[in-house]
């Protein structure tokens, strides 16, 4: 089963894809324990609004999809802030108007083809280098922040109000977890695709929370699972030539079907 | 001469929402070892004081002093333990054992780079001692009773040896058994370790003994300053009414 890392598309879609894995089960710690999880599905779609432009433009979409997405996540968290709206109908709103948007820019740009279909589910053979070289470099700073403050983010998802009264900067770590994830949801498109990337950010956790175990623990646990699923979910749409982010994400949902089954009460 | 800072210095405090008043020209002083209740009917705006207090709610005008520094230059968040109301409701989801919970007492002590030190351990030790809960330490917390899990929150807020702790009616949902336990615990912080205790409850009867002073809460307050004759207190008998001399006798029968 080896001989699929002696192509170089292949290797590079390894590293690409563990490297993601690690990132998004992490984050999705925060983000699920946060109840944020639309908030990862959202950005998604305002990423995809950076790779249409980029596709159109001919700019390399992985990073007008980081500048949006980073883009995005401020403006929720300003509308959040701002106005007295319901946050999960400001989600709703930027999900779907980004989707808008996106479809808008590529119809204009007549960029609806192949490459368009693998920025929205994932695909192991568009990683370039260059790509590989963007999500080793910028994910590991996301993720030297996200293990930096675990611990203020742990207690920030707790509850937010008594954090803040012991002293902690509630407002400002809010703001770098929202950067961060928008960060990590442009880089995965690449390998999980944009409409599929919310899953592997939020089921490894979800996953996890079933064993019912401690902080340290489930965070270990839901790494393990996305680790799993991307090796596995790669090597099936290596086999079969199917989407990469679809194969991920259906090995992720497995893995959580059993884990409800083993822990039910 | 040598004057005492107080701990929370509060002066002519208003907070006004939509045009409706709900605090109206609060000023008082607490000073450190005070054991303080305060009593008042519901949505009479105790949670909301407290929550000026620690910074969580702007007032609409007034003045609030903590150890002797204004309210948004004051940065030792740490000396300062503070239990919301409906705290022990926590997510049966939550992925936290007893001392991962604890554990974040010791945050904001903490710079923020630095690792857990052994005597981050040792106080997170002490705090589950204090509160008789150290063979709950590896327990989830969502498995708890109400009455351990207000234990577990206070041992939180505990762990970053706090100089007062602020508890918003700690006793929701907690029996009467636990509840004395519970105020002898709070009387036993109060005179052993010296902890400031500023804390809202309903049930005035229970606590009359230990309490130095009682503030009652209506959107004005009221402050009574000797406990023997709080339940004689004017404004106390007139918003309980009948019910500060129920427990009166209550009392008694003990
Ligand atoms: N930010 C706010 N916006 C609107 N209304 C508020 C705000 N803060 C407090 N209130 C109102 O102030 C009143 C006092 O509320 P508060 O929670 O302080 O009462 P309480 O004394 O703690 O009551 P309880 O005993 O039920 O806990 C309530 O009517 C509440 O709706
Ligand atoms: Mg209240």
Redesign the pocket.
């Known amino acids: 089963m080896f001989e699929m890392f002696e192509y170089d598309f292949m290797q590079r879609a390894f590293v690409a894809g563990l490297f993601i894995a690690v990132l998004a089960s992490i984050s999705g710690n925060f983000i699920v324990l946060r109840r944020y999880s639309l908030m990862s599905e959202t950005l998604a779609h305002s990423a995809l609004v950076g790779v249409a432009v980029g596709l159109v433009a001919g700019y390399n979409p992985l990073w007008v999809a980081v500048g949006v997405a980073i883009g995005a996540a401020w403006l929720i968290e300003y509308l959040r802030s701002a106005f007295s709206l319901y946050s999960d109908a400001i989600l709703a709103i930027i999900l779907s108007g980004s989707l808008a948007v996106a479809v808008i820019i590529v119809s204009l740009g007549g960029a609806f083809n192949n490459s368009l279909f693998s920025y929205l589910f994932g695909s192991i053979l568009s990683v370039t280098n260059e790509d590989v070289i963007t999500i080793v470099i910028v994910g590991s700073i996301s993720l030297l922040f996200l293990l930096l403050f675990s611990k203020e983010l742990y207690f920030i998802a707790y509850d937010e109000e008594v954090a803040q009264t012991s002293g902690i900067k509630v407002k400002f770590l809010n703001f770098l977890l929202v950067s961060v994830v928008a960060i990590i949801i442009a880089l995965s498109i690449r390998v999980v695709g944009s409409l599929l990337i919310g899953a592997l950010m939020v089921i490894p956790t979800v996953a996890a929370l079933q064993y019912r175990v401690g902080f340290r623990n489930t965070m270990l646990i839901s790494l393990f699972f996305a680790l799993f699923s991307v090796i596995f979910g790669m090597s099936l749409s290596y086999y079969y030539s199917l989407p990469s982010g679809a194969t991920i994400v259906l090995s992720i949902i497995v893995i959580f079907i059993i884990s409800l089954i083993i822990n039910k009460k | 001469m040598k004057f005492k800072v107080p701990i929370f210095d509060v002066k002519n405090l208003n907070f006004i929402v939509r045009g409706q008043k709900i605090l109206s020209d609060i000023s008082f002083e607490i000073f450190e070892g005070e054991y303080i209740a305060i009593i008042g009917p519901n949505g009479g705006g105790?949670?909301t004081l407290i929550r000026m207090l620690l910074g969580l709610e702007q007032p609409t005008s007034g003045e609030i002093k903590i150890f002797g520094k204004k309210l948004k230059n004051f940065k030792e968040w740490y000396k300062i333990g503070y239990v919301p109301?409906r705290a022990t409701l926590v997510d049966e989801n939550f992925p936290a054992t007893v001392e991962d919970i604890v554990k974040m007492g010791r945050i904001a002590k903490r710079g923020i780079l630095a690792g857990i030190s052994s005597e981050d351990k040792a106080m997170v030790e002490d705090a589950l001692a204090k509160m008789d809960i150290l063979d709950l330490k590896d327990k989830m917390v969502g498995t708890l009773s109400g009455g351990q899990r207000q234990r577990v929150m206070i041992a939180r807020a505990l762990a970053s040896s706090p100089k007062i702790l602020i508890l918003?009616?700690p006793n929701t949902g907690v029996d009467m058994v636990s509840q004395q336990r519970f105020y002898t615990l709070l009387a036993k912080l109060n005179k052993e370790d010296n902890i400031t205790i500023l804390f809202?409850t309903h049930d005035i009867g229970v606590i009359a003994d230990d309490i130095g002073r009682l503030f009652t809460i209506n959107q004005k307050a009221t402050i009574c300053n000797d406990p023997k004759k709080m339940l004689s207190c004017e404004e106390v008998s007139e918003l309980y009414g009948i019910d500060a001399h129920a427990l009166h006798h209550h009392k008694h029968e003990h």
Do not use: A, L, S, V
Request: no cysteine; hydrophobic share 15%; net charge negative.
């Open positions: 105790k949670t109301q918003d009616e809202i």
